[in-house]
């Protein structure tokens, strides 16, 4: 998938409608990939605030917290900036208390392992 692809993908998954979970897990992979250009993980990070519930944010902030690290600010920052803008917005929306066990949430393993 070129970038150009992945611009039209972010933008077209913003504009599905608010709630959709299979376009925000899409949006929260390409944020993600490393092979994503910085104008379109501002475009998913637009498109992540636009279409989030509040039900779906504490997934996101658990997903994204580990880009807001000190080697991504370092190493790509375009990335480290956008995850901070998705994980404020949902600060700024959520509970307190649910915030701060989304923080502290794990992923959970794959397989059983």
Request: aromatic share 10%; hydrophobic share 35%.
């Amino acid at each position: 998938m070129d970038d150009q692809t992945r611009r039209q993908a972010a933008e077209s998954l913003g504009q599905i409608g608010s709630a959709n979970q299979k376009a925000i897990a899409v949006l929260v992979e390409l944020i993600g990939n490393s092979q994503v250009d910085d104008y379109t993980r501002r475009q998913v990070a637009s498109s992540l605030g636009k279409i989030m519930l509040e039900k779906q944010m504490p997934s996101v902030v658990t997903l994204l917290k580990d880009y807001l690290s000190p080697e991504t600010y370092k190493n790509d920052f375009e990335r480290f900036d956008n995850c901070y803008k998705v994980i404020w917005k949902c600060a700024q929306s959520m509970p307190y208390p649910a915030f701060y066990q989304a923080w502290h949430q794990q992923e959970k393993v794959k397989n059983g392992e």
